[in-house]
């Protein structure tokens, strides 16, 4: 069982492009992330949505645009790619948020920004 | 604002050594506490939360209010232990309700 799948998996792209991380649950859970995992930064939040049209920026929000137009997509946009985005990229979803559910990470995406 | 500092970026151990990850928090309120753990090659799962008080593959983590930390203890690490390590801290109330917020990650190794 798939659950929460991400894509690209691997993305290269160059400063200034648009780029889109893919991200579907299939457990029809509320909550919805985006972290980034950089060495010696961790996990940090981007953005989350406690629900379908409800986001809320997260800890680096700057320069990424997400969107929850339906339950099991929530799309993260870099709009215009710089090098420090280079990173990989982990959606994650839960049922009751953070407090009261436990939160299920994707694959990960990989993004290089030349 | 709401901190979690996980002061060891590596940590090596033998096997059967005990081990012990240490988390500190920062955080105004009384917040939900939990450790995820990344294994090479897998998705970042969760391990424990304190709410649970349960222990896991032998894993105990105990809250401790007035050194506001959370450390992640084993009493005989194993090979199979060796993953990313992250404690995680998520706030009880308020306008950050919800969200989960985590700490540098700890790099475990237990070797042979």
Known sequence: ?114 | AQRVTQPEKLLSVFKGAPVELKCNYSYSGSPELFWYVQYSRQRLQLLLRHISRESIKGFTADLNKGETSFHLKKPFAQEEDSAMYYCALSPHRGSTLGRLYFGRGTQLTVWP
Not at chain 1, 25 to 36: A, L
Not at chain 1, 69 to 82: D, G, I, M, V, Y
Request: net charge neutral; hydrophobic share 30%.
């Open chain 1, 1 to 114: 069982d798939a659950g929460i799948t991400q894509s690209p998996r691997y993305k290269i792209t160059e400063t200034g492009r648009q780029v889109t991380l893919m991200c579907h649950q299939t457990w029809s859970h509320s909550y919805m992330f985006w972290y980034r995992q950089d060495l010696g930064h961790g996990l940090r939040l981007i953005y989350y949505s406690a629900a379908a049209d409800i986001t809320d920026k997260g800890e680096v929000p700057d320069g990424y645009v997400v969107s929850r137009s339906k339950t099991e997509n929530f799309p993260l946009t870099l709009e215009s790619a710089t090098r420090s985005q280079t990173s990989v990229y982990f959606c994650a979803s839960s049922s009751g948020g953070a407090v009261t559910g436990e939160l299920f990470f994707g694959e990960g995406s990989r993004l290089t920004v030349l």
